[in-house]
């Protein structure tokens, strides 16, 4: 009897020691798929390449449901796992997507997938951005880039006026970058050629020639819509960058460029000299509150007091309005016109009429 109590004792500890075993060896694994688990989903809901730049061209056909989607994401690789996804998505609520043709990269998030999908263009948060204003030279855009990248402004400059770089560019940009910028007249040949806009950056440290290159693809893009009303006015881009830059120095607040472009084709039209002073401004190379008499006399291609019509190229940056303004300004018989200290602009048909609003406006 007491042997046999002694067996089971002993075969009950065994039977413990077993469960034990067992017991931890379940919670083990339970652990470690667990952790494998979590590690996996935070894996799946991250970027698969946050630095990746590579565009990967998605095609989501018409009547796609969410489970097509986030099959056809993942077997392009643009996520890890479709079920992740799709359970993040329904998480957030998200339903409405849009099909159509998307160049995504493996460096997007799944809240930039998901907005993207929503409203039909590829969304992703920028790492930085630049901003340039209307109105500016290259020489003033270089200072913005040195402030807002890792370039300086010298470095800028080197790269907008080195001739294989250039060279590229009217390769790539043919019908934008004409024969007409290589005039000897001119200072800078990219000149006005760099859109004033906001522009994103999605990695960190872009080259100046993508820098660049972006700034002038913009252009190549916004010139692009107005190639039929150019084919019918006969005027090049050259021409056309050219004369709304003078219309963007010379505007101000209240401008009405539409009339201040009218001035400039009739003036053009009798073979008036323009008589637009920024164009002395820039021909002195340097910033002035006040251009005087002598300025006027400055021996410059660019300085349209001393030359008949248009200078040689742009002088600044312009931007839509002024675009818009060249090819569509208001029909009038005006030659003169000067703005007032508020910066309202007063017009005039005669030069008489002209010296009586310096008279009334600016004595």
């Keep these: 009897m007491i042997k046999k109590m002694k067996e089971r004792k002993k075969e009950g500890k065994v039977v413990r020691r077993i469960v034990g075993i067992v017991t931890l060896v379940v919670l083990l694994i339970v652990g470690i798929v667990g952790v494998s688990g979590y590690f996996y989903v935070k894996s799946a809901l991250e970027p698969i390449d946050p630095e990746s730049t590579t565009e990967i061209p998605v095609e989501i056909p018409m009547g796609s449901g969410l489970n097509t989607i986030a099959t056809i994401l ?11 996804f799709k359970y993040y998505t329904k998480f957030k609520n998200e339903t409405s997507f849009q099909a159509g043709n998307y160049t995504m ?55 907008v006026t080195d001739s294989q770089f250039i060279e590229e560019m009217m390769g790539t940009y043919p019908e934008l970058l004409t024969e007409e910028i290589m005039d000897g007249n001119i200072r800078y040949t990219l000149e006005g050629y760099l859109y ?62 539409e009339t201040i472009a009218s001035v400039f084709y009739n003036r053009l039209e009798v073979d008036m000299p323009l008589q637009t002073d920024p164009t002395v401004l820039y021909a002195l190379g340097n910033h002035k509150e006040r251009v005087l008499y002598e300025d006027l006399e400055v021996e410059n291609p660019y300085n349209t007091y001393k030359n008949p019509g248009l200078p040689p ?23 003169y016109f000067l703005a007032d200290k508020e910066g309202n602009n007063h017009f005039a048909k005669t030069y008489d009429e002209h010296l009586q609003n310096v008279d009334e406006f600016l004595q």
């Design 105 to 159: 990269t493996q460096s997007m998030t799944l809240d930039e997938i998901i907005e993207s999908l929503k409203t039909g263009k590829v969304y992703r948060k920028p790492v930085f951005t630049v901003t340039v204003p209307e109105g500016l030279t290259l020489e003033q855009i270089s200072n913005i880039i040195e402030k807002n990248t890792e370039y300086t402004g010298a470095q800028f400059m080197e790269k």
């Design 313 to 335: 190229g742009p002088i600044a940056n312009a931007g839509k309005t002024s675009i818009d303004a060249t090819l569509n300004p208001t029909d009038t018989d005006y030659l």
């Design 74 to 84: 993942e077997t392009n690789g643009v996520i890890k796992d479709a079920r992740i």
């Design 196 to 257: 004033p806009a906001t522009y994103s950056f999605y990695e960190e440290h872009p080259s100046l020639e993508e820098i660049i290159s972006t700034m002038i693809s913009q252009t190549n893009d916004i010139v692009a819509e107005y190639r039929p009303i150019l084919e019918e006015k006969q005027m090049s881009v050259h021409e056309l960058l050219t004369f709304a830059s003078l219309l963007e120095e010379e505007a101000t607040a209240q401008t009405d460029r």
